[in-house]
């Protein structure tokens, strides 16, 4: 039980950093390192953290990415950010053990993965420093699957169990957990966690649900606004049109902006973009630095161009997101994920609808995950190419790093470092009739 007032000058926000992302194939890049709006993931969820008053931070990496994060965190020096490197296992359980020596009484613990309204943290605090529970734990109700945690509630929102991603079918509730868990005593946590002998990924729910069972207090704290967890690389999409919806709009003055396009709605326009006469821009949209774009072009309902791009000639963007330093000409582009440093040859065209009109499923291995999408284009890695007239039918997975040939008709998924050709070869015969048109020559 605790009586004892919530305190922002001890408490510790803990943001996970180290997990590997290996549901996102083919996108390699850490979620919360994807870009929106000219920045990382992690940094919107600092700043909402600082913006709720929590200027306390702890980010947790792995020895890939440490630098990196580090390097976001200078960009924060009204925060004191310490960093800890999770060197053992795969889940929360080690990523909170490898930060424990830097927590003292109170941890919030947060997935910066998540996209969520700034209420969040508002709500979980104020339960917190009102209750006397030893954890409180942000969730959300659910009208279909969820592939994650579920919490099982009494009737005063205390839980009573935790289940770690139940199959299809399993669900004990309809109540997923959200990765925002605020520790009034982390102490209780981190002897519960030693009690934890094994390294699996649910080790920290077991932790959780060890507490329960010694009897200290967890409540469920019911959140009800924007949430989208970026588990699959198809989540990108609504995670993108919540930070488009969100944005005020508004052109940099460095840009150049022919007085022949035409640019409507909600549209963000970075540092030194040009855009050429006769493209279109219907918001809500961003346009990130540096990047041109072409005449005819034409980009429409949600889409978010990264910086350093080319979009060339007659190209149609439509609900995309596209990542920095990415070349088109000539192409259709529609409910698409596409990582950095693509580059599309002039016709090729992604399909984002089945003719049946059926939700589009995306097959990994012996498995088939059910994207809930009618409307799902190409999902490609950082550095792959298409030749000229290349066609690529709706959810096809490519590379990274793997080149698609001319005049491909890719239906099915495509590996990292590979390259698909067209097999049949021109045929050269002699040519035995004449025409009027021969003897004029």
Not at 26 to 37: A, G, M, Q, R
Not at 343 to 360: H, K, M, P
Request: hydrophobic share 40%; proline share 3%; net charge negative.
């Amino acid at each position: 039980m605790h009586d004892k007032a919530l305190r922002f000058d001890i408490m510790k926000t803990v943001f996970l950093c180290a997990g590997a992302s290996k549901r996102m194939h083919p996108i390699t890049e850490d979620k919360f390192l994807l870009k929106f709006l000219g920045k990382t993931l992690l940094e919107h969820r600092i700043e909402q953290a600082l913006a709720a008053g929590l200027n306390d931070i702890i980010v947790v990496g792995n020895q890939q990415n440490i630098e990196q994060l580090q390097a976001i965190a200078r960009k924060f020096p009204q925060a004191r950010i310490d960093f800890a490197i999770q060197r053992e296992g795969p889940g929360m359980a080690d990523a909170l053990r490898s930060a424990q020596n830097l927590v003292e009484d109170e941890i919030l613990v947060v997935s910066p993965s998540d996209v969520f309204e700034d209420s969040a943290y508002h709500q979980i605090l104020a339960e917190g420093k009102e209750g006397s529970a030893s954890s409180y734990l942000l969730g959300a109700r659910v009208e279909s699957y969820f592939p994650g945690g579920y919490l099982v509630v009494d009737a005063n929102n205390e839980i009573r169990h935790i289940v770690e991603k139940p199959g299809r079918g399993a669900e004990p509730s309809n109540v997923v957990n959200i990765v925002v868990h605020l520790h009034r005593d982390a102490k209780a946590l981190f002897q519960s966690l030693a009690k934890v002998k094994d390294r699996d990924v649910d080790a920290y729910e077991q932790a959780l649900q060890s507490m329960i069972e010694d009897r200290h207090r967890l409540k469920f704290v019911e959140y009800g606004g924007f949430w989208s967890p970026i588990k699959y690389p198809w989540h990108v999409l609504p995670a993108m049109e919540y930070f488009l919806e969100q944005s005020l709009g508004g052109i940099a003055s460095s840009a150049i902006i022919s007085e022949k396009a035409t640019i409507e709605g909600k549209v963000t326009i970075d540092e030194n973009v040009r855009i050429l006469e006769n493209a279109v821009i219907r918001g809500p949209c961003y346009i990130g630095k540096n990047s041109v774009i072409g005449n005819n072009v034409l980009i429409r309902d949600h889409c978010h161009i990264g910086a350093d791009c080319v979009v060339g000639f007659s190209t149609e963007i439509k609900r995309s997101y596209i990542g920095d330093g990415c070349w088109f000409h000539r192409n259709y582009i529609g409910d698409s994920i596409i990582a950095d440093r693509c580059s599309f040859g002039a016709g090729t065209v992604t399909a984002n609808l089945r003719f049946d009109g059926e939700q589009i499923d995306i097959k990994s291995g012996a498995e088939t995950m059910d994207t809930g999408l009618d409307k799902l284009g190409a999902i490609i890695g950082a550095d792959s190419k298409t030749g000229i007239n290349v066609s690529i039918m709706p959810g096809v997975r490519i590379g990274p790093n793997s080149v698609v040939g001319p005049h491909v008709l890719l239906r099915h998924d495509l590996g990292p470092n590979r390259i698909v050709l067209v097999d049949n070869q021109n045929r050269i015969i002699e040519r035995k009739t004449r025409t009027d048109l021969d003897e004029r020559s």
